[in-house]
Each structure stands twice: as structure tokens, then as C-alpha cells.
């Protein structure tokens, strides 16, 4: 935080007083893509994120600035003239979130200068952007003194991101960044915003992420894509059935009437909705009686169902997964959107090291590539420093 200090007033001068904030990132441990299904989702947030350093200003100007993309510079822009510009890069996950806000009501006549540095790694499907996104909305209700409560704060983030930004995300990453509670997971009802938080207090056993290293290339369009065939088998099923959202639906009901949607592949995505949603909600309940092997076995299931039916894993996110289950993992699941970024592992803490050694190991032997592993550390939701 001294750094960061330093850094903002050598790119904006020492005056008046400055605040810091941080926001962290996420892992989900199970109930993956189900968020816009109106599903369940149980992620927590992690102890790296991103930090912030501000200044209120008495004019309307905002100037923006990150470590991380330094080489962009600073990034001016005034507080009636919010739009999205490409050549603003990373800066339109702030202007975003600052024009959902007036959008809101919650308007502002002075701007202000920011400096952020993140300590997520990059491209991982970690939820730098979410991080960003709810840094900035602590910033703003702080130095504006806005009453606007947490929940309030997680959804105009999330419209940041589907309407400015043009990423088409459900709640789950800002939810987590906003939300998330030290050694807690959360269990959220994605249609209802009901929320309940787990402790996550493993003692025998270690939580391990592994970063396949590969970066999620054309993922968006893909989980845009996912998304749309949710969309149709929602509405095949609606011809007969009076739903809103398939996280609705039993087993039972979707067995019964999934032969209403018409193609094979859609079908297969709707089960995967289905089936991810119920596990999720089964898998929190053992956890919450102890049983961290049969939590396990369910983050299993969930990776096969998203590599078989949902189809977002890939080469590199199966090969560390299967390594995992090969070196003792207890449960291992690739986490976020896919098609690269990270995998959650469980694991015993007795060969925790061995596993590091061998998984890292046969990733190289398959794909040639190096993954990165790091012992998850949860951490509290975004918040004033
Ligand atoms: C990304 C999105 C989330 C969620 C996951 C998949 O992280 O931002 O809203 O849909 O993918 O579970």
C-alpha cells in the first residue's frame, strides 16, 4: 500500500487525502455456469485482488492510472462524458461502473484520480475484471458518500459489465468479489440473490488452485454461445411448462420433458444447467455435515459434465484435472467461464507437495506448457482499507 501511495503521488501530485480500497478476486468451488440459469453457485473470495488508492477532486475531471497496464499511462475523462472507448483499454471496467452509478441515480459533480494495482494473475479466470469492477464501487460510495447497500452496489457492477463492457457475465464473480467473507464460502441462489455463507475449514485437507496457463482466447464468444442455447432450451421447455429459469427444474421434471427441446446439442447444455444446479446444492450440504470426500466426488461429476455435456473444458484444463485425480485429489473441477484459466482442487495435506511435483509434471509432458499453482487463502469481500 506504501508503494501505491508513492506511485499515485508521483502521477498526481501530493495534496489533499487519499483512501485505499481493495476488492478481491474469486474461485468457485462448484455450480459453474449456472448463475445466468437462475441456478446456485458456491465461490469465495480470495485473498489477492485489487487495490486502489484515490483522491476526491473539485472538478470534473477523472483521471485513471494502473500499474498493471502502465504503459497505457494515464487515462483522462470527465464526469459527463462516460462512454465506452476502446482505446481506454482496461479503464472502461472503472468508466463503467462510474456511469452505471449516475445511471442509477447515484450522480456525482466532482471527479477523481485512481490508482489501481492488481495482484491477480492475469487472464486466469480469477475475476480481475469483477475485482476492479467492485474496487471502484467502494471507492465511489466513499468518496461521494453514497448510501448504497452491498447487494445494490454487486448488481450495477454486473451492469457495468453486460452493458458498457459487453461481457453478457452472470452474478456469480461480482457477487463474490462484493460478498465474500474470510474462510467462508457463499452459497447463492442466483434467481433470488438469497445467499448463505458456508465456513470453509479444512483440516486435513489444503484448497489448491492450478493455472493452466492458457489464456481463454475466443472464450467469449463461446460462452456467449452457451448462453443463447440455455436461452433455447428454456424456451422449447416454456411450451409446456411454466418456467422461468432451469434451475428450477428437478431431475425429475427435466427427464420428463426434455425431449421438448429439439436439438441434441442444446439438450445436452440444458442437462448440464440442471443437473450442475441440484449437485451444487447437494454438494454444500455434505460439506456442511462434514463430508469433504463426498464434496469431492461431486466437484468430480462437475467437471465431467462440463467437459462432456457443457463442453467448455479443453485439452489443458482435463489434463490438469486428470493428473489431479490421478495424484490423490480428493475433488478437482475446472472453475470459472473455461476453455483455459484455473482448476480447484482439494488435497490432502499429506501429499500436497508431491502432488504439486507430479500434476505440474505431467501438464508439461501433454501439452508442453507450465501450470502455476497456489494454496487458496479466503478473504473478506471489497472494503475500505
Ligand atoms: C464467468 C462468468 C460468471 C459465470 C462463470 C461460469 O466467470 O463471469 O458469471 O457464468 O463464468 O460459471
Same mark, same amino acid.
Given at each position: 500500500?506504501?508503494?501505491?501511495?508513492?506511485?499515485?503521488?508521483?502521477?498526481?501530485?501530493?495534496?489533499?487525502?487519499?483512501?485505499?480500497?481493495?476488492?478481491?478476486?474469486?474461485?468457485?468451488?462448484?455450480?459453474? %455456469?449456472?448463475?445466468?440459469?437462475?441456478? %446456485?453457485?458456491?465461490?469465495?473470495?480470495?485473498?489477492?485482488?485489487?487495490?486502489?488508492?484515490?483522491?476526491?477532486?473539485?472538478?470534473?475531471?477523472?483521471?485513471?492510472?494502473?500499474?498493471?497496464?502502465?504503459?497505457?499511462?494515464?487515462?483522462?475523462?470527465?464526469?459527463?462524458?462516460?462512454?465506452?472507448?476502446?482505446?481506454?483499454?482496461?479503464?472502461?471496467?472503472?468508466?463503467?461502473?462510474?456511469?452505471? /452509478?449516475?445511471?442509477?441515480?447515484?450522480?456525482?459533480?466532482?471527479? /477523481?484520480?485512481?490508482?489501481?494495482? @492488481?495482484?491477480?494473475?492475469? @487472464?486466469? @479466470?480469477?475475476?480481475?475484471?469483477?475485482?476492479?469492477?467492485?474496487?471502484?464501487?467502494?471507492?465511489?460510495?466513499?468518496? /461521494?458518500?453514497?448510501?448504497?447497500?452491498?447487494?445494490?452496489?454487486?448488481?450495477?457492477?454486473?451492469?457495468?459489465?453486460?452493458?458498457?463492457?459487453?461481457?453478457?457475465?452472470?452474478?456469480?464473480?461480482?457477487?463474490?468479489?462484493?460478498?465474500?467473507?474470510?474462510? %467462508?464460502?457463499?452459497?447463492?441462489?442466483?434467481?433470488?440473490?438469497?445467499?448463505?455463507?458456508?465456513?470453509?475449514?479444512?483440516?486435513?485437507?489444503?484448497?489448491?488452485?492450478?493455472?493452466?496457463?492458457?489464456?481463454?482466447?475466443?472464450?467469449?464468444?463461446?460462452?456467449?454461445?452457451?448462453?443463447?442455447?440455455?436461452?433455447?432450451?428454456?424456451?422449447?421447455?416454456?411450451?409446456?411448462?411454466?418456467?422461468?429459469?432451469?434451475?428450477?427444474?428437478?431431475?425429475?421434471?427435466?427427464?420428463?420433458?426434455?425431449?421438448?427441446?429439439?436439438?441434441?446439442?442444446?439438450?445436452?447444455?440444458?442437462? %448440464?444447467?440442471?443437473?450442475?444446479?441440484?449437485?451444487?446444492?447437494?454438494?454444500?450440504?455434505?460439506?456442511?455435515?462434514?463430508?469433504?470426500?463426498?464434496?469431492?466426488?461431486?466437484?468430480?461429476?462437475?467437471?465431467?459434465?462440463?467437459?462432456?455435456?457443457?463442453?467448455?473444458?479443453?485439452?489443458?484444463?482435463?489434463?490438469?484435472?486428470?493428473?489431479?485425480?490421478?495424484?490423490?485429489?480428493?475433488?478437482?473441477?475446472?472453475?470459472?467461464?473455461?476453455?483455459?484459466?484455473?482448476?480447484?482442487?482439494?488435497?490432502?495435506?499429506?501429499?500436497?507437495?508431491?502432488?504439486?511435483?507430479?500434476?505440474?509434471?505431467?501438464?508439461?509432458?501433454?501439452?508442453?506448457?507450465?501450470?502455476? /499453482?497456489?494454496?487458496?487463502?479466503?478473504?473478506?469481500?471489497?472494503?475500505?482499507?
Amino acid at each position: 500500500m506504501e508503494q501505491l501511495r508513492e506511485e499515485f503521488i508521483n502521477q498526481f501530485g501530493d495534496h489533499g487525502e487519499l483512501v485505499s480500497f481493495f476488492a478481491p478476486g474469486r474461485v468457485n468451488l462448484i455450480g459453474e %455456469h449456472t448463475d445466468y440459469n437462475g441456478g %446456485h453457485v458456491f465461490p469465495c473470495a480470495l485473498s489477492v485482488g485489487t487495490y486502489v488508492v484515490a483522491r476526491k477532486r473539485y472538478d470534473a475531471n477523472i483521471q485513471l492510472y494502473s500499474k498493471n497496464f502502465s504503459g497505457a499511462g494515464i487515462i483522462e475523462t470527465k464526469v459527463d462524458e462516460l462512454t465506452y472507448e476502446q482505446v481506454h483499454d482496461w479503464a472502461n471496467y472503472p468508466k463503467g461502473v462510474a456511469a452505471l /452509478f449516475q445511471q442509477a441515480g447515484y450522480t456525482f459533480p466532482y471527479g /477523481f484520480d485512481a490508482i489501481y494495482y @492488481g495482484n491477480i494473475p492475469n @487472464g486466469a @479466470g480469477l475475476s480481475s475484471s469483477a475485482s476492479v469492477e467492485l474496487v471502484t464501487a467502494v471507492m465511489l460510495k466513499e468518496l /461521494f458518500q453514497f448510501e448504497i447497500d452491498r447487494i445494490e452496489m454487486v448488481k450495477l457492477a454486473q451492469k457495468a459489465e453486460n452493458e458498457f463492457v459487453g461481457v453478457n457475465c452472470g452474478i456469480m464473480d461480482q457477487f463474490a468479489s462484493g460478498m465474500g467473507k474470510k474462510n %467462508h464460502a457463499v452459497l447463492l441462489n442466483c434467481d433470488t440473490l438469497d445467499y448463505q455463507y458456508t465456513p470453509i475449514s479444512l483440516t486435513n485437507e489444503q484448497l489448491i488452485i492450478a493455472n493452466t496457463n492458457k489464456q481463454r482466447g475466443l472464450s467469449e464468444s463461446k460462452y456467449n454461445e452457451r448462453r443463447q442455447q440455455c436461452e433455447t432450451a428454456l424456451r422449447d421447455l416454456q411450451t409446456e411448462l411454466d418456467i422461468s429459469a432451469l434451475g428450477e427444474l428437478t431431475a425429475d421434471k427435466f427427464e420428463d420433458y426434455k425431449n421438448l427441446i429439439q436439438d441434441d446439442v442444446v439438450q445436452k447444455r440444458a442437462k %448440464h444447467a440442471v443437473y450442475e444446479n441440484l449437485r451444487t446444492i447437494n454438494a454444500v450440504e455434505q460439506l456442511q455435515a462434514g463430508d469433504v470426500e463426498g464434496f469431492g466426488k461431486l466437484m468430480n461429476e462437475s467437471h465431467v459434465s462440463l467437459r462432456d455435456d457443457y463442453e467448455v473444458t479443453g485439452k489443458e484444463l482435463d489434463a490438469l484435472v486428470e493428473a489431479a485425480w490421478e495424484e490423490g485429489a480428493i475433488g478437482s473441477r475446472m472453475t470459472g467461464a473455461g476453455f483455459g484459466g484455473c482448476t480447484i482442487n482439494i488435497v490432502p495435506n499429506e501429499v500436497t507437495s508431491r502432488f504439486i511435483d507430479r500434476v505440474g509434471q505431467k501438464y508439461t509432458e501433454i501439452t508442453g506448457m507450465e501450470a502455476d /499453482f497456489y494454496v487458496v487463502d479466503i478473504g473478506d469481500g471489497a472494503m475500505k482499507l
